[in-house]
């Protein structure tokens, strides 16, 4: 972490920006309004963004099989961190290892030869890993099975077991792969691929998802869970429109379908929020709130553009920031200077405010980096989805009130706001952008598990929502 000075405590100013009341009255309410000076980008963030894009993928390329320190891994089997004690991190775990993926099949577009030819080898790799794991005969819990080890074995201790969104991830990131594999006149690799691996995922979750057992995605809490839904219904649709393509019918859209109403039925009227959990069966009691950023994650990796600035969505994230602006001492410091750069500072963002695991063991929760830079992530893609939004005129309730300029203000505003839960990472991330899990709730130095992949990711992703941001504004 980079020292910063205790003493210079800004408060923001509320203010108003002319946009319709319903949105307008909740960005008021939004704790981080910043001041109207702050509108053009950082130059210090914006060189920080960009030397931790590159350690990011360099790190995330270091966890997947890292041969180095362990010959015995399975090519494609991605760590979730390194770390082998104090946690225990060094294992596969199906959820994150898709999501990594996913981010690493993002690279290829813009990748030259040699690291496409690079990159490509990883990815066949990790589909070699997926079709080993499906294959294992003794799996007490199917393709739901949490993590593997990173030979490829099963993992035997007790667990929270299943996580039914992890093959739904998979899917998802294998689908996003086929596409690509299809549109480069590979069709019969892309057909192999989903005959032979996709559709075991899609066919699992469709039988699985109403299990009131599974487990959610922070290990804790059986129930039906707001994230694994949201990831099952959306493998399950995009599995559909393949299937169509091919002639083909599982029924997976009308199963879509059935999950899209349940997913309605996670809106709080009392608490004026998204909860994260329904029909709670089992695992951790004491999540009173029910407020989770896995719902935001959930919005951010499987929701529809209309979802992601829909007002449930706007005031779950407030509401969200708000709890943990109060629980976490580091956010009394909201701007700072980084290395000679003045920067304002948005808050740092744990999992859920009940939350006592510390990263190793079980005392108080702390801000996480994932979940910090996905907040950064959301405020930038909103802004991108109000200017398309504006242009295109499908959301009336954002471009009928105000005129052409004032959406091009809101989405500045909503620039400067998701800078600063950058700068945040950028405050508590090492100077040589070693990235850990969590972050001290008190001393804001790293915590948990180091290098995790989550945390590069979640980096990555917002960083390239950023820069499309940027580009939009731009032209
Ligand atoms: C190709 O891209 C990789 C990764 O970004 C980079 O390290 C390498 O220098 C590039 N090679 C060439 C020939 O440009
Ligand atoms: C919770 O259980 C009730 C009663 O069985 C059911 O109607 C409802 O759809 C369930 N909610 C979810 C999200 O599964």
Known sequence: MQLYNQAAVAFCVLQAVIVTPAIGSILKQHPLHPHATDKSPHIGLQQWVAAQDEYSQQHILANIAPFATDPQAMPGAICASPSRKHPDYYYSWTRDSALVMSEVINWLPSANLTFKRE???????????????????????????????????PFRGSWCNAQTDGPALRARTLMKYARILQNSGRQEQAGDLF??????????????????????????????????????????????????????????????????????????????????????????????????????????????????????????????IKSFDRLYQVNQVQQTQINGHWVQLGVAMGRYPEDVYNGDGVSRGNP????????????????????????????????????????????????????????????????????????????????????????????????????????????
């Open 119 to 153: 990159l490509e080898e990883k990815i066949e790799d990790y589909i070699g890993f997926t079709r080993h794991v499906q294959q294992l005969k003794e799996l007490k819990y199917g393709l739901g099975e949490a993590k593997f080890h990173m030979d490829g074995k």
């Open 195 to 320: 005959y032979k691996v996709i559709l075991n995922d899609l066919l699992y979750v469709q039988s699985v998802w109403m299990d009131p057992h599974n487990c959610d995605i922070w290990e804790e809490s059986r129930g039906m869970h707001f994230y694994t839904l949201s990831a099952q219904q959306r493998a399950l649709e995009e599995g559909a429109q393949i299937a169509e393509e091919l002639d083909e019918n599982w029924g997976f859209a009308e199963t879509a379908q059935q999950i899209s109403l349940r997913l309605t039925g996670f809106w709080d009227h009392r608490g004026g929020y998204i909860v994260t959990t329904r029909n709670h069966t089992g695992g951790i009691m004491s999540k009173a709130s029910n407020l989770d950023s896995q719902v935001l994650l959930a919005i951010l990796h499987h929701g529809s553009a209309s979802q992601l600035s829909s007002q449930e969505t706007l005031v779950t994230v407030s509401k969200l």
């Open 368 to 475: 996480w980096s994932l979940i910090t830079s996905s907040v950064a992530e959301y405020h930038y893609r909103l802004a991108l989805e109000l200017l398309t939004a504006a242009k295109s005129n499908q959301l009336a309730e954002f471009a009928g009130m105000m005129r052409w300029q004032h959406t091009w203000g809101l989405a500045e505003y909503l620039l400067a706001v998701g800078d600063r839960f950058m700068a945040r990472v950028w405050l508590h991330t090492d100077n040589d952008h070693k990235m850990y899990e969590q972050w001290d709730r008190h001393t804001g130095f790293g915590r948990g598990a180091v290098h995790l992949t989550w945390s590069y990711t979640a980096h990555l992703a917002a960083s390239r929502a950023r820069n499309l941001l940027l580009k939009a504004l731009s032209q």
